[in-house]
Each structure stands twice: as structure tokens, then as C-alpha cells.
């Protein structure tokens, strides 16, 4: 018999998840607070958790096959924004331009959609986390 997360597991798993993105979350705001010409670190580590977090939670799918069998059209959409948000990272990352107005028009487009991305994960993804380590059979 295939080994179960725990209840106390699963808040863990969703904790961290949570505290990801409030953490991305606040961090954007720093941006938007920060003067332009000093944004460049803090792009760098919202970048780098974004990356980190997509690749913990892609890692948490594959790991676990009940996402496949009970969330394939959640994770399905997960996944597809996760390749959208990551091809953003890599253009930002390989950006070589002195237009830093449209670099940073760019960089508050993928917050925006980073943002709608995490409110579906919270809206639909979490629960249904719970209910798969919930259900008897999940």
C-alpha cells in the first residue's frame, strides 16, 4: 500500500505554498516601491523564487501520481501557466537592452500574470490538495 501524506503533511505542503506566494507577493511591492535604477537585485531574487517555487511544486506533481489521476485539467492549467511565467523569467533574464522602461513594463506584466496565476492555485489547486488527501480512496 502506497504511503499517504499525513494531515499535519499536507498543511505543511500547503503552508509552504501559501507562504510562497505571499512572499513573491510582497515582494513585487517592493519593486513597485523601489526607484528604477535599483530594482535589478530585487527582480533578480523575485525571479529566482519563482523559479524555485514552480520547480518544488512541479516536482510535488510528478511525485504524486493522485494529481494526474484526480486533477489533470487544475494541473494541466498549472503547468501551462507555469511554462508562460517561466519563458518571461528567461526573456528577462537573457534582456540585454538599454529601453529599461520596456524591460519594466515587461517585468509588471509577468507580475500581473504571477498574480492571476496564484489566485487559481489557491482557488483551485489547494482544495484540491485537501480533498485528495481527504478522500479514503485519495
Known sequence: MERR???QETADIIKIMKNDHRHILALFQVYLGTEADSRQPIVDDILQRLA?????????FSEDHRFQEQGTAVI???LLDHE???AMIQELRQAETDDDESMDQFFEDMMQT???H???E???LIPLFDTMT???GG
Not at 524555485?52 to 510535488?60: A, I, P, S, V, Y
Open 122 to 124: 489557491e482557488r483551485d
Open 76 to 78: 494541466r492549467r498549472v
Open 5 to 7: 501524506p499525513t494531515p
Open 84 to 86: 508562460e511565467v517561466k
Open 134 to 136: 481527504a478522500s479514503p
Open 118 to 120: 496564484f489566485h487559481g
Open 114 to 116: 504571477v498574480r492571476v
Open 52 to 60: 524555485d517555487h514552480f520547480e518544488w511544486e512541479e516536482r510535488l
